[in-house]
């Protein structure tokens, strides 16, 4: 059994989106010790920019007619396809960045759509549990000054959930700047509740997916 992890913060040291996945992480391998893990870390190693639209091109192209570099960006999209599917479940770590998904995972999302199997209509996550885990430097809450301006965190869900057909599940967290910038200090203890509530929900995910999951 196995589950697939991406992160994509662009920091190792004191993310968030990283320490809410770990929960869901560590919560499914409790409950399947014997799965494997599959990472793929687009925030320290990203897919190279013109791997997408040289896809994309390949597909304007009978197959016999594609260049040596469409035909190498084509295998190496079914690569990254293939780790996704070989997964019983998936786990998504998606800061917000500029109000939207940052650019590294639109670029995996992107890339993965140019795989046939991956297009919309064909639903390739179709029954497998898949934990959405967002995280916001600032508050998005209804009736704050911010409130839908959060472009990525809707989309994204969408994308996993209505044409890649997963079960998807959101554990969201915010104000995580709290701690960092002197202004927001008031909104500290908020802070700390949203992070415990949403490391309890990460948790409650990880339970969900494993126990979906066939055991080892
Ligand atoms: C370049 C950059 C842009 C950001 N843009 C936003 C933003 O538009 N809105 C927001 O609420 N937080 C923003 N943040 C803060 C991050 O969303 C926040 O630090 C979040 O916790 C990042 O995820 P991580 O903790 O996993 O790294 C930004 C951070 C960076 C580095």
Do not use: C
């Not at 897919?47 to 997408?52: C, Q």
């Not at 639209?53 to 390949?58: D, G, M, Q």
């Not at 109000?99 to 639109?106: P, R, T, V, W």
Request: aromatic share 6%.
């Amino acid at each position: 059994m196995s589950l697939f992890r991406l992160d994509a913060s662009i920091r190792t040291e004191g993310s968030v989106s990283r320490e809410i996945a770990d929960e869901v992480e560590r919560a499914y391998l409790a409950a399947q010790p014997g799965a494997e893990v599959t990472r793929r870390d687009l925030g320290t190693a990203p897919l190279p920019a013109d791997l997408w639209t040289t896809a994309v091109a390949a597909g304007y192209v009978s197959e016999s007619d594609r260049t040596p570099e469409q035909r190498a960006a084509v295998s190496r999209i079914a690569e990254l396809a293939d780790e996704v599917l070989d997964a019983d479940a998936v786990v998504i770590g998606s800061p917000l960045y500029n109000f939207g998904i940052g650019a590294h995972l639109k670029s995996w999302i992107d890339a993965l759509i140019t795989d046939p199997r991956f297009a919309p209509g064909t639903s390739p996550l179709a029954g497998r549990p898949v934990v959405l885990v967002v995280s916001r430097g600032g508050g998005y809450g209804p009736g704050t000054p911010r409130e839908g301006w959060d472009h990525g965190s809707g989309w994204i869900a969408r994308i996993l959930r209505d044409v890649w057909g997963g079960d998807v599940t959101v554990v969201e967290t915010e104000l995580t700047l709290a701690d960092v910038v002197p202004a927001m200090s008031e909104l500290r203890p908020l802070a700390a509740e949203k992070r415990e509530r949403a490391r309890a929900e990460a948790r409650a995910a990880g339970e969900r997916a494993a126990a979906v999951t066939p055991a080892v």
